[in-house]
């Protein structure tokens, strides 16, 4: 292999290692706060070990008993660190506890309709991990993001995340393309936080309507083409989406 071969593949090890995040999940989510709370207190990490396993019982359930926890799935686990960093954090120590939650849903929506109002936080890496750490905390486990709700902007918002190639006339006028990846970028990222805090991710399309002033050549001929392969590309290009939410009334288009 010459040197410069060499040194191309070189950085392009070096541009993936860069783009490609390294995700966690709930249960090491929940073992990091649980180190934190330690080092809040002034213990070192090994203060209070906690053996973790997993057993069968209803979901997101778990018990600490002495120097163990046990859980019916990884986020119950996560509860269950979170538990114990709760009581380092208030008295020092962990004590036996259960937790079982009473409703099985408990989520939350955003609604999406300015971009000069939202891109501030919407953008913000750390917002997202912060807001999903804070809902996690708080046992939230939906969390419901809604695009076109009652506007023409992001209606549909498929044009805004990708272009594709089959359909070389739907744009919208004055996107970047740096934008549109970077806007799915942000879909991405945010739908994989939420899954790193045990949070399912669910993906509100509100309006597919094909008159509106934002995004140009959709017709009403090739929107039910269009939508099926943009919605198919999406979910390939963000896996953590759990679910999609389509509201499908007359007014949606």
Partial sequence: MTDSKRDVLITLAAILI???????????????????????????PTASSLEKKLVSGKPECFTISGTSISASDKRGLMYAFLDAADQIRANGRVSNATGCPAVAIRGIRYFLHNHDLEQQWYYSRDYWDEY??????????????????????????????????????????????????????????????????????????????????????????????????????????????????????????
């Fill in 18 to 44: 860069v783009a490609i995040p390294s995700f966690a999940g709930p249960e090491e989510f929940g073992s990091a706060e649980f180190q934190r709370a330690l080092a809040q207190r002034g213990l070192p």
């Fill in 132 to 253: 999903f750490a804070m809902l996690a905390h708080n046992r939230f486990n939906r969390f419901n993001l809604v695009f076109a709700h009652q506007t023409d902007y992001l209606a549909p918002p498929y044009p805004f995340w990708l272009s594709l190639p089959d359909f070389p006339e739907i744009r919208v006028p004055g996107l970047s393309d740096e934008q549109r990846a970077k806007n799915l970028e942000m879909l991405q990222y945010s739908s994989q936080t939420a899954a790193d805090h045990g949070i399912d991710f669910t993906l509100g399309i509100w309006e597919h309507n094909y008159e509106n002033g934002m995004v140009s050549g959709i017709t009403r001929e090739n929107i039910g083409p269009y939508s099926h392969e943009a919605l198919k590309t999406i979910l390939q290009r963000c896996p953590a989406i759990h679910s999609v939410q389509m509201r499908t009334n007359e007014e949606s288009g």
